[in-house]
């Protein structure tokens, strides 16, 4: 569906001004919209998680670990998955609330595709740099959203998520270096042609949401506060947007609809998009690992 289509469709979580800004600007911040008892929910399951890896020394199928992770000092970087590690992260992104809101960007046939918690830790470097979301993981078409929550309050030393406003309808970037090493980030010779000065940073309270759409250029500094950036992100698309290859973290519910109906035809944007590496033959850690250049294998 184009965005014309999908805004003839009635609003049922955001305002059709709320929407005409995220087909505009390629994102949306979204204060109170989740209700209190939800997001509590979200917030005792990732304590139950950090606690849990405590007893993980080295990066697996649910945690990427920070290089300062410790059992006395949990950090990991990211929950991978993490519809597949706790029932409350799939009970919320499946929730009508989710499913509706999804809807009012994506139309009203809604596709599950994945999710993770990331970390900024006090002190730590989990420094985000610009990129598009699109190029790891291709679909026939643009409307994959990302909607992510900030479990407590953000401010511009928590290292917010900042956004390129428009640049989902602009340039779409490599993410591979020039031997097609994957490397999650936009190379400093492309970012000369992005406007960085007009960067949107999202503060904002515990509780707020932030839809991106998977052209647009985001990022996040590292953070400077005492306190930790745990943010939950999923991702959904139309159901008539179907995966090219393989995704980099599948989880058992990839590919769901969690609202309407599946598509029988696919919608194919004209525009291309660069096929990342294999997946499914590479494997995929996160992007902290793949910009750093962590593990050659993977990034
Ligand atoms: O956690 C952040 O600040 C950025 C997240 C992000 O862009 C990503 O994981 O792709």
Redesign the pocket.
Known sequence: MTPDDILKHPALVLSQAQREFYFERGYLKAEGVVPQDMLDALRRATAELLEESRGVAASNARFDLGPDHSAREPRPR?IRAAVDQHPAYWRYASSRLMADLAADVVGPDVKFHSS?V???WPGGA?E?KW?Q?IP?WPHTNFSPV?I?IYFDDVSAAE???ATIPGSHDGELFDHQDPAGKWT?YIGANDLKRVPLATADELDGPAGTLVL?NCRVI???RPALAEKP?P?L?NVYSSADAFMLGAPPTPTSHTGEIIRGKPARWSHNDPRPCRIPPDWSKLGYV???AAQKHERAAQA
Request: zero cysteines; hydrophobic letters at 30%.
């Open positions: 990211r993770k990331n970390f900024k989990e985000v990129h979301d790891a990302t992510g290292g917010p998520l999650g991106l985001h990022g996040s950036r943010m992100l996160s992007i902290y």
